[in-house]
């Protein structure tokens, strides 16, 4: 077995790289890789998050000597690279698949260093380094005003007034569902229907879509977006998602490069541990991320233990989709014509968002949201039902 590991800046991938480390035997070396924003990024953050974590991980790999510390390529390209490969492997469509590109680009690295494993800590943001947001709720209910005045005045990226975090945070939530869409629809008249905003369904393809999931008694994830209200909620979530086709897109990129992955947080007593954990664990005292931050003290570094800022994934989806904007165009026009997809997929909203193609990201959900949700999940669901009916068009 001869393993690498993935290397962010945050808090879980830096512990278990420590942890390894620690365990490796004498005179061995561990390869970690760091995946990196397209080399035509702009180079803009939005406020709260980071775009390129490779400077801090960098500092991470710099003070340990037995880390053989790797970049991944930085030419990630389009979401649909190798789309059709994936869903050969899978025989699966999974809507995030858009979201994942840059993986490739790890796996390339590893294939390249020999290495037959990818040790990951994708658990860890619901395990050791849950942020514990919940807590907007949760300390609000019970009357723990200083706890919640605390986080919400910390809250990486959120420049809104207090008063206005808590109204947001803490109190609507607690409203009936009816009064929170309405008070979204006041203050975001843009925003008041997410699930048309970021979807690439048609008006009647979400109409039926709401139908199935009142008659299951379920609604759509972006219906009534907001945290979890409470640390119960946060963990029924968190195995309610475990049930997910991200876990085919990981066998699938397993048998595409012939690599295994292995999420180290996903170890059942770690997972269980921390589940059984209250709030005050999590976020406390004004910190979020309160107790891989304690556990991270003496073992990573002081600049990403006590970093606030979170990694943003997909900071150059506008360099990445700009190039292909005439070939998403050509595959829908294609879908247009099919008997499911012209139903199923607002053709003509989606054509429109390329025509009218913004000249940088704004960091909006009307402006960037609408793009970077709606359009890779209705090329992706053309290039899978091309897949399955074996044709070339879209």
Not at 26 to 35: D, M, S, V, Y
Request: hydrophobic fraction near 40%; include cysteine; charged fraction near 30%.
């Amino acid at each position: 077995m001869k393993p690498a590991v993935t290397l962010s800046a945050g808090l879980d991938s830096p512990l278990v790289t420590a942890s390894l480390l620690e365990s490796l035997p004498e005179g061995r070396t561990l390869p970690a890789i760091t995946f990196v924003p397209d080399r035509r990024w702009d180079g803009r953050d939005e406020p709260g998050t980071l775009g390129d974590e490779s400077a801090l991980a960098g500092e991470f790999a710099a003070q340990q000597p037995r880390l053989d510390w790797h970049r991944a390529s930085d030419d990630v390209g389009p979401f649909d690279r190798r789309a059709r490969e994936i869903f050969a492997a899978s025989e699966v469509f999974a809507q995030g698949l858009g979201n994942v590109g840059m993986m490739h680009c790890v796996y390339e690295k590893a294939r390249e260093l020999g290495c037959d494993t990818l040790l990951t800590a994708d658990m860890g943001n619901a395990t050791l380094s849950d942020a514990g947001r919940y807590g907007y709720c949760e300390y609000a209910r019970q009357g723990r005003w200083g706890e919640l005045v605390g986080l919400l005045r910390n809250r990486p990226g959120d420049t809104r007034p207090l008063w206005r975090k808590l109204l947001a945070l803490s109190v609507l939530p607690h409203l009936p569902a009816a009064l929170r869409k309405l008070a979204r629809r006041l203050a975001h008249p843009a925003r008041r229907d997410m699930t048309a905003l970021l979807s690439p369904l048609s008006p009647e393809a979400r109409a039926l879509q709401a139908a199935r999931a009142k008659a299951r008694g379920t609604s759509g994830e972006w219906e009534d977006f907001m945290h979890d209200r409470s640390r119960a909620d946060a963990v029924a979530r968190e195995f309610a998602n475990a049930d997910s086709s991200a876990f085919d897109v990981d066998l699938a990129f397993e048998q595409l490069y012939g690599i295994r992955k292995r999420d180290v947080m996903a170890y059942r007593p770690l997972v269980e541990f921390c589940f059984s954990l209250p709030l005050e664990a999590f976020a406390r005292d004004g910190v979020e991320r309160r107790l891989a931050r304690l556990v991270g003290k003496g073992r990573i570094p002081e600049a990403i233990r006590t970093n606030r800022l979170h990694g943003q994934h997909n900071v150059d989806w506008h360099a990445r989709m700009t190039p292909v904007r005439a070939e998403m165009i050509e595959a829908l026009e294609a879908a247009r014509d099919h008997p499911f997809l012209g139903e199923a997929l607002d053709t003509d909203r989606l054509v429109g968002l390329i025509e009218d193609w913004p000249p940088a990201t704004d960091f909006s959900w009307e402006q960037e949201w609408s793009r970077l949700a709606a359009l890779p999940r209705a090329i992706l669901a053309a290039r899978y039902v091309g897949h399955v009916e074996n044709r070339n068009d879209f």
